[in-house]
């Protein structure tokens, strides 16, 4: 669309909206041409738990978005579709994923805290 005429088809005011979409589109495209020619349980072996979790959700929610789009192209109010319940559930199981991350970070940072002699001595009981 960039260096394109406008289209007589559509609003010109909307072009500008109309070409951004294209290029993300294209960026879509660009990033599954390089996932494709891995196959999903080749990539899923390659991660860890956490990592496959993540995986099996960013698909699942990039999915469910498209869908979304696609029943609004319809003229269909998204929000009152089990589309919406079902992208709820997948940030719930979203935050679920990342606070076992974040507690796994954690509890590795607060053995090495422990590991660490204490200094009785100064003020933030470091080591010296």
Not at 25 to 29: E, K, L, P, R, S
């Given at each position: 669309?960039?260096?394109?005429?406008?289209?007589?088809?559509y609003p010109g005011e909307i072009h500008e909206y109309l070409s951004t979409f294209e290029n993300s589109?294209?960026?879509?495209?660009e990033m599954l041409k390089t996932m494709?020619?891995?196959s999903r349980n080749e990539l899923l072996q390659k991660l860890?738990?956490?990592?496959?979790?993540?995986?099996?959700?960013?698909?699942?929610?990039?999915l469910n978005s498209m869908f979304w789009v696609y029943l609004v192209t319809q003229g269909v109010n998204p929000k009152e579709h089990p589309v919406k319940q079902e992208l709820e559930r997948i940030s719930v199981y979203t935050n679920r994923v990342k606070e076992i991350t974040d507690k796994k970070k954690a509890g590795d940072l607060d053995r090495g805290v422990a590991s660490?002699?204490?200094c009785?001595?100064?003020?933030?009981g470091t080591k010296t």
């Open positions: 669309m960039a260096g394109e005429e406008i289209n007589e088809d589109t294209g960026a879509v495209d494709t020619p891995v860890d738990p956490p990592e496959q979790a993540k995986v099996d959700l960013v698909s699942a929610y990039s660490r002699g204490r009785n001595k100064c003020p933030l």
